[in-house]
């Protein structure tokens, strides 16, 4: 099982843009032989993804700069 670097959704192929988050895969795709399970809240839209994920599939916002606090708001 292949899933992607950013979102996490598992993956068909080898491909190089992810349909889920439609982020371009830059980075090595990540092999694993179990499915994520756990889920999160994205900052953003409210809706659930993957625990792993650094980017929405949702609202393709990433997360990584707001997952240590609430203080950022005002950077945009
Ligand atoms: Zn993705
Ligand atoms: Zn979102």
Known sequence: ????P?????????????????????DTIIETEFKSLDKKKCF???KKILK???????????????DNGASTYDQI
């Open 52 to 66: 792993e994920a650094h980017i929405c599939r949702h609202c393709k916002q990433w997360l990584d700069s707001v």
């Open 1 to 4: 099982m292949i899933k992607c």
């Open 6 to 26: 950013y979102c996490f959704e598992v993956l068909e192929e080898k491909i190089k843009k992810c349909p889920h988050c439609e982020q371009f895969i830059i």
């Open 44 to 46: 953003f839209c409210g």
